[in-house]
């Protein structure tokens, strides 16, 4: 969930001040560092999931002020950038047990009080990748929502950039167009998962969630349809990357990086994302608290970092490093953010099951896959697993360049098992999960592949047959049962 700000008018003194703070905030966090100061005997997990709010037609709705109104719950629900999005954040825990099975039944049982509430409200909430409902015509700046937020993110990223965002994504069709506001980014809703290490462990934990992003967006894409066209298989990906994109055609050609960024390179230390961000990254949100973070470490106080963290929430990494204070302590986290929402809680929860035994096996090898692979190799992986799904081929060390369904069923799946038990998760909980991941590589079908296959079948007008496969999509999610277990077909006519 990203910090409120204030509606504010932002000066040359602002972003003076606000880069002296930043940079004092690094010299605060590599003191801790070396101090030890941080939490590092447990480990908790979190989740955020944003979601689609639609009518009875299975267009967007939007009507998220008044839904969050009638939800009535502002600990756990946020808004999100466009009115039709909005967010539940759950608190964090354990994966030890059976906390994984009631981490699943918790968050359905917050989904569904929260779309009989949103019902009321004229809207249904659906757990889906990117809208495929979703027109141009829906994503201008009025479609953002109210929080001052969004409206000064869209006025520092459109002054940064100086022109019109432009989108040109070549799939299996191709999107061409161009945007005056970032509102196109409001079409990528995520599942978030946040796994809080010690800064000992944190470089491994983190290197090992690059290795796998592209496994992971292959195995649970669910974003094929943008405006009407069917491009890759995870859209989101290059959608994301450049409906908040800053830099114009020539700061691209000088090698600028971009805001959503997988990075460049295997890290030691947490600290080393912190500071590329300082280095390579102008603020967007200049906004300075009174705090003094070296001052407060001098009083024995813990600092809040507040401009770094409002700096590192404004660069998009696929994994984010996070730095938070909680009971008075301080923590750090990795946020994957590479997967889209849905198809049902169940999917989410196998994603989950699956990443987290992988990090975990991954970051305890005593041969790391970082120490095998190149970074570029990881990047490229990520981008054949968004583009082609469950059809993608990755290298991977000591395989070579494999299917990427062949490379989970036959390497990646025990590993996650080994993972899931260092964890200590039950073991009925762990093979349901991992079952739910084996199952979609062995029948091909994930979110999708179930969307492109249901539209393909309707035939006849694309918009209609994306507002009726998103209509029985809405109801499939509300039975829980995995996405491979779907059936495809002109069924609903």
């Known amino acids: 969930m990203g910090r409120d700000v204030a509606a504010v008018t932002i000066t040359k003194e602002d972003r003076r001040l606000y880069r002296d703070k930043v940079r004092r905030c690094l010299e605060a966090l590599s003191a801790m560092l070396r101090e030890s100061r941080f939490e590092d005997d447990r480990a908790c997990i979190g989740m955020e999931v944003e979601l689609n709010l639609v009518d009875e037609t299975g267009r967007p709705a939007m009507r998220n002020a008044a839904v969050l109104e009638s939800i009535a719950d502002p600990g756990a629900w946020?808004?999100?950038?466009?009115?039709?999005?909005?967010?539940?954040?759950?608190?964090?825990?354990?994966?030890?047990?059976?906390?994984?099975?009631?981490?699943?039944?918790?968050?359905?049982?917050?989904?569904?009080?929260?779309?009989?509430?949103?019902?009321?409200?004229?809207?249904?909430?659906?757990?889906?990748?990117?809208?495929?409902?979703?027109?141009?015509?829906?994503?201008?700046?009025?479609?953002?929502?109210?929080?001052?937020?969004?409206?000064?993110?869209?006025?520092?990223?459109?002054?940064?950039?100086?022109?019109?965002?432009?989108?040109?994504i070549d799939g299996v069709e191709r999107l061409r167009t161009t945007a005056d506001c970032i509102a196109p980014e409001a079409a990528c809703t995520s599942v978030q998962f946040h796994l809080q290490v010690g800064p000992d462990d944190f470089a491994a934990s983190w290197n090992a969630a690059q290795a796998i992003a592209g496994v992971q967006v292959a195995v649970g894409a669910n974003s094929p349809f943008l405006f009407g066209r069917e491009l890759w298989r995870e859209t989101r990906l290059p959608l994301f990357e450049q409906a908040t994109d800053t830099r114009s055609e020539e700061l691209k050609v000088q090698g600028v990086r971009p805001r959503v960024w997988f990075?460049?390179?295997?890290?030691?230390?947490?600290?080393?994302?912190?500071?590329?961000?300082?280095?390579?990254?102008?603020?967007?949100?200049?906004?300075?608290?009174?705090?003094?973070?070296?001052?407060?470490?001098a009083r024995s106080e813990i600092p809040e970092l507040a401009e770094l963290s409002l700096h590192n929430g404004t660069i998009y990494r696929w994994n984010r490093p996070v730095y938070a204070v909680g009971a008075g302590r301080p923590h750090l986290r990795v946020e994957n953010r590479v997967l889209p929402a849905g198809p049902t809680v169940a999917d989410t929860m196998a994603n989950a099951a699956f990443y987290y035994g992988l990090v975990r096996a991954l970051a305890e090898e005593e041969h790391p896959v970082w120490e095998r692979m190149s970074f570029a190799s990881a990047a490229d992986n990520a981008r054949r697993g968004a583009r082609y799904g469950l059809d993608a081929r990755v290298f991977w060390p000591g395989v070579g360049e494999v299917p990427v369904a062949e490379l989970v069923l036959s390497h990646l799946l025990p590993k996650a098992v080994t993972g899931l038990d260092r964890w200590g998760v039950d073991t009925v909980v762990r093979d349901r999960l991992l079952g739910i991941i084996e199952q979609r590589c062995v029948t091909g079908q994930n979110g999708a592949t179930w969307q492109v296959e249901t539209v393909r079948a309707a035939g006849g007008d694309r918009e209609e047959a994306?507002?009726?496969?998103?209509?029985?999509?809405?109801?499939?999610?509300?039975?829980?049962?995995?996405?491979?277990?779907?059936?495809?077909?002109?069924?609903?006519?």
């Open 78 to 168: 946020a808004t999100e950038l466009a009115q039709f999005n909005i967010e539940i954040n759950m608190p964090p825990g354990s994966l030890a047990g059976k906390s994984l099975a009631m981490l699943e039944q918790a968050i359905r049982d917050n989904l569904n009080h929260a779309d009989g509430r949103a019902r009321t409200a004229g809207a249904e909430l659906v757990m889906v990748g990117i809208l495929p409902t979703l027109r141009e015509s829906d994503l201008g700046e009025a479609a953002l929502s109210a929080n001052p937020r969004y409206r000064l993110l869209n006025e520092q990223v459109l002054a940064a950039r100086g022109e019109n965002l432009s989108l040109d």
């Open 263 to 297: 990075g460049e390179r295997w890290i030691d230390s947490a600290f080393d994302l912190f500071e590329e961000n300082s280095r390579y990254f102008s603020a967007l949100l200049p906004l300075c608290e009174d705090e003094d973070p070296l001052e407060a470490l």
């Open 466 to 493: 994306l507002r009726l496969m998103t209509r029985r999509y809405v109801e499939h999610m509300h039975t829980n049962a995995p996405v491979h277990t779907w059936p495809i077909g002109v069924y609903w006519r």
